[in-house]
């Protein structure tokens, strides 16, 4: 009669590629103002691929970021504030439970200067 007809929950299970998972922490965190983009590199033992490391236990993940700031960021309010964007995403998008975001800033963005002089012929004031 027009209204919603329930269903019964159909057996199976849903899983999200880590792939996936990775895009999803990639596109929340780079959204934040001041992060200047992610650093892929080694933390310890763990690579981080392409700035991200996931552990996923059943409905559960554990995340670890690698940013690299604009220097004229605020470093624990950007990385608070990617804390949050990184673990509403995954809850919104796929129903995971967050147990933790770990933010490591790698490194500061630095500005590229002018081109320099080769000869040594720099003007001086």
Avoid: K
């Avoid at 895009?23 to 992610?38: F, N």
């Avoid at 605020?74 to 990385?79: C, D, I, K």
């Amino acid at each position: 009669m027009g209204g919603v007809e329930e269903h019964a929950p159909i057996p199976g299970r849903v899983i999200v590629a880590p792939e996936v998972l990775r895009t999803i922490v990639r596109q929340a965190a780079l959204q934040v103002p001041g992060v200047a983009r992610l650093a892929p590199m080694r933390v310890g033992p763990w690579p981080l691929a392409e700035g991200v490391r996931l552990t996923v236990v059943e409905d559960r993940v554990r995340v670890d970021v690698a940013l690299v700031v604009r220097p004229e960021a605020r470093f624990r309010e950007v990385a608070r504030q990617v804390q949050d964007e990184v673990a509403r995403a995954l809850r919104d998008l796929t129903g995971l439970e967050v147990e933790a975001v770990n933010i490591l800033i790698a490194d500061v963005e630095v500005e590229a200067r002018g081109p320099s002089t080769a000869s040594g012929s720099e003007e001086r004031p």
